[in-house]
């Protein structure tokens, strides 16, 4: 039972590099997001997809940008890397229905540490 | 927008008693509040949620109640055991018109039970 998966757990960047981080889930959802976690600043949305076919922005967009490959993926990229963007970044999906519960499947996170 | 305080940030309490955990939110639409628990190095997973229709609910030695009025709720945890020693996000948002897309979370508290 992989549920969803993340890759990469760990990675190092120098501030202008850019990197993709990327998730898939096994478990037939239609909607996918992207939050990021930050001491003392509890989850915060980057990106969501709430169907296969369409993005959208969340709280905190800016310097990021989403793909939704199929309905089992959805990548997160930074095109510039900034310090400010040193994070764990976590995936996480549903099956989103207007009678589901909501409960929202988190991947193991990936720290991003950017110099 | 939604706005989500939640306290203590940390929280110690010995083996055997109880736990309490509190939040408020600022916007009366929101109707459904779940609360997540992170242990170290995994994706938050969700344990226990409630909507407005009801003011208590609960699950074995976890248990959520809700004041509408105070616009507050609270996560309690009895008998405690050393696997409940993580952190705890409470939630909020205004579902199912919203979605996930709108779940706010708190600032999150890190409880540890004490052998």
């Known amino acids: 039972n992989a549920g969803v998966t993340q890759t990469p757990k760990f990675q190092v960047l120098k501030t202008g590099q850019s990197m993709t981080l990327q998730c898939a889930q096994d478990?037939?959802?239609?909607?996918m997001y992207w939050y990021r976690q930050d001491p003392g600043m509890g989850l915060r949305l980057i990106y969501y997809?709430?169907?296969?076919?369409?993005?959208d922005k969340g709280e905190v967009p800016n310097g990021y940008n989403v793909s939704r490959l199929n309905k089992r993926e959805f990548s997160l990229r930074l095109e510039s890397a900034a310090p400010s963007q040193t994070s764990v970044y976590f995936c996480?999906?549903?099956?989103?229905?207007?009678?589901?519960?909501?409960?929202?499947?988190f991947g193991e996170g990936s720290r991003l540490t950017v110099l | 927008g939604e706005n989500v305080e939640q306290h203590p940030s940390t929280l110690s309490v010995q083996e055997g008693d109880s736990a309490v955990i509190k939040c408020t939110y600022s916007?009366?639409?929101?109707?459904?509040f779940p609360w997540y628990k992170q242990e170290l190095g995994k994706g938050p997973q969700l344990i226990i949620d409630?909507?407005?229709?009801?003011g208590e609910k609960k699950d074995q030695r976890i248990a959520v109640t809700l004041n509408k009025t105070a616009k507050h709720f609270s996560l309690h945890i009895t008998e405690t055991q050393p696997e409940d020693s993580a952190v705890y996000f409470c939630?909020?948002?205004?579902?199912?018109?919203?979605?996930?897309?709108?779940?706010?979370f708190g600032t999150g508290t890190r409880l540890t039970i004490i052998p």
């Open positions: 997809s709430a169907s296969e076919g369409t993005t």
């Open positions: 409630i909507r407005s229709n009801v």
């Open positions: 996480a999906s549903t099956f989103r229905t207007s009678g589901s519960s909501g409960e929202l499947f």
């Open positions: 478990m037939n959802h239609n909607s």
């Open positions: 916007d009366s639409a929101s109707n459904y």
């Open positions: 939630a909020a948002t205004a579902f199912p018109n919203f979605g996930n897309e709108k779940l706010t």
